[in-house]
T-cell receptor, first 110, second 111 residues
Framework: DTEVTQTPKHLVMGMTNKKSLKCEQH?????MYWYKQKAKKPPELMFV???????INESVPSRFSPECPNSSLLNLHLHALQPEDSALYLC?????????FGPGTRLTVL | SQQGEEDPQALSIQEGENATMNCSYK?????LQWYRQNSGRGLVHLIL?????REKHSGRLRVTLDTSKKSSSLLITASRAADTASYFC???????????FGKGNQVVVIP
């Protein structure tokens, strides 16, 4: 299995909702990433997990809460989001310095 | 932080023509990578060139790296409609595995 999967593909939520994005890889990669991407912009790094521990938090607001239950799974818990948080959320994993990206979750916050 | 910058940012070419994109960066790097992104989808790794390499080929792709000018170029030869996508360069600095993405190039190949 050489791919990163993400669910759901699309998510629409209100500002008071709680939802989670999920990411999974079975390539044995020990580093996993969350990115946020706005239209016509490059991905912006949010979080990095290395060996299931959070190693980088790019000053992301606390309404985004990452979780790494095991070496294959990465979650992003969402709560009390703002309309400006609407974006494509990308998960990636890596073994060395090449990253493998999932297809993303298109999030719309109403 | 974004340290790669590509120029030009939008390119429209006829199928069969070559497409060239440039990327500049500001700090010392371990390697430079190019990724492709089809509309609204995930990024796909295309090619990696190390700081001690000057040129690399992969199929119809040719990447050059000039560390003295802190710049790279990506050439796609004999373009196809399926090459229509956004292309991002990303640098990796020594001591970490973070990708610093450039602004991206939108390439449209007209059949």
């Amino acid at each position: 299995d050489t791919e990163v999967t993400q669910t759901p593909k699309h998510l629409v939520m209100g500002m008071t909702n709680k939802k989670s994005l999920k990411c999974e890889q079975h390539m044995g990669h020990r580093a996993m990433y969350w990115y946020k991407q706005k239209a016509k912009k490059p991905p912006e790094l949010m979080f990095v997990y290395s060996y299931e521990k959070l190693s980088i938090n790019e000053s992301v607001p606390s309404r985004f809460s990452p979780e790494c239950p095991n070496s294959s799974l990465l979650n992003l818990h969402l709560h009390a989001l703002q309309p400006e948080d609407s974006a494509l959320y990308l998960c990636a994993s890596s073994l060395s310095q090449v990253q493998f990206f999932g297809p993303g979750t298109r999030l719309t916050v109403l | 932080s974004q340290q790669g910058e590509e120029d030009p940012q939008a390119l429209s070419i006829q199928e069969g023509e070559n497409a060239t994109m440039n990327c500049s960066y500001k700090t010392s790097i371990n390697n430079l990578q190019w990724y492709r992104q089809n509309s609204g989808r995930g990024l796909v790794h295309l090619i990696l060139i190390r700081s001690n390499e000057r040129e690399k080929h992969s199929g119809r792709l040719r990447v050059t790296l000039d560390t003295s000018k802190k710049s790279s170029s990506l050439l796609i030869t004999a373009s196809r409609a399926a090459d229509t996508a956004s292309y991002f360069c990303a640098t990796v600095s020594r001591g970490n595995n973070r990708l610093a993405f450039g602004k991206g190039n939108q390439v449209v190949v007209i059949p």
